[in-house]
Structures are given as C-alpha cells and as structure tokens.
C-alpha cells in the first residue's frame, strides 16, 4: 500500500479529509509504502489499530481531538501536534 501519511491519517482514524488540521505541508506530498504481515487473521478494525501504532511509533504522530460546535453541528476534527521532527 502506497499513499501519503495525510491518507493513511485519514484511513487510520475513519475520518474525512477536512476534519485532519495542523499537519507540516509534507504530510500530504511525500508518498510512503507500507507492507504488513500479521501472524494471524486480523479485522478491519485491528489493522487500523495497527496502522495507528505504526504512525505513532515511526512518525512520532501525536493526535489531539477537537470538537467544535458550529450551527447547531458538532464537528469532530482530529490535530496533528508538531514534535521536535516537524
């Protein structure tokens, strides 16, 4: 699987492309590639755990939940926090 670590976010957490905000402009351009094995079956929603897990531990991505209130709709919207490596 090849994409930027912007859509992997996107994947990993399950949520839309305008709800990911404070992410270095490199997030969306460098393409990466991820190859995975699991010892055994796993769901969809164990491989996002996993895919979590990896982000954070390579990309040292830290996230933090916002919730807005906007005209009566709650929007929930996830940050990226800048490290040291940003």
Known sequence: MSDSIHRFILRA??????QLGGAPDWFKKDLYS???VTSVPS???????ML????A?????KLARRIEICR???????????????
């Open 13 to 18: 957490y399950g949520i839309a492309d305008g």
């Open 34 to 36: 991820i190859e995975a």
């Open 43 to 49: 769901s969809p929603a164990q491989m996002m755990l």
């Open 52 to 55: 979590r897990r990896m982000l």
């Open 57 to 61: 531990d390579r990309f040292q991505l």
């Open 72 to 86: 009566s709709i709650r929007w929930k919207s996830l940050l990226a926090v800048r490290s040291s490596r940003s």
